[in-house]
Nanobody, 126 residues
Framework: QVQLVESGGGLVQPGGSLRLSCAASGSTLMYGAFGWFRQVPGREREGVGCISSRDGSTSYIDSVKGRFTISRDNEKNTVYLQMNSLKPEDTAVYFC???????????????????WGQGTQVTVSS
């Protein structure tokens, strides 16, 4: 089964940029759709965006649209979340997740995703 490991989190100033990586390993690797989610202490986990299987079509929530970009490199078995123009409200633990089967299109809904990474902390502060 696929295993996911996020990396790339850290401290960044408002307006800055950060790129998160989600490295996949296992028998299914990059076959499924991938989603990015985030969680702040005291708040429910929030979907950020997703990328479909293989063809790379994406979807984003309104609050990150135009600032965040999800991409996938199937040869490297890695999904990326490029975050630009970061705001303090983007501070959260970010998780990647993948579906257990192929998806022609992705949806930003937690119950679509059967495998989750451990999360990486992103802190946006001056």
């Amino acid at each position: 089964q696929v295993q996911l490991v996020e990396s790339g989190g850290g401290l960044v100033q408002p307006g800055g940029s950060l790129r998160l990586s989600c490295a996949a390993s296992g028998s299914t690797l990059m076959y499924g759709a991938f989603g990015w989610f985030r969680q702040v202490p005291g708040r429910e986990r929030e979907g950020v965006g997703c990328i479909s299987s293989r063809d790379g079509s994406t979807s984003y929530i309104d609050s990150v649209k135009g600032r965040f970009t999800i991409s996938r490199d199937n040869e490297k078995n890695t999904v990326y979340l490029q975050m630009n123009s970061l705001k303090p409200e983007d501070t959260a633990v970010y998780f990647c997740a993948t579906t257990l089967s192929w998806r022609p299109a992705c949806v930003i809904r937690q119950n679509e995703y059967g495998r989750w990474g451990q999360g990486t902390q992103v802190t946006v502060s001056s």
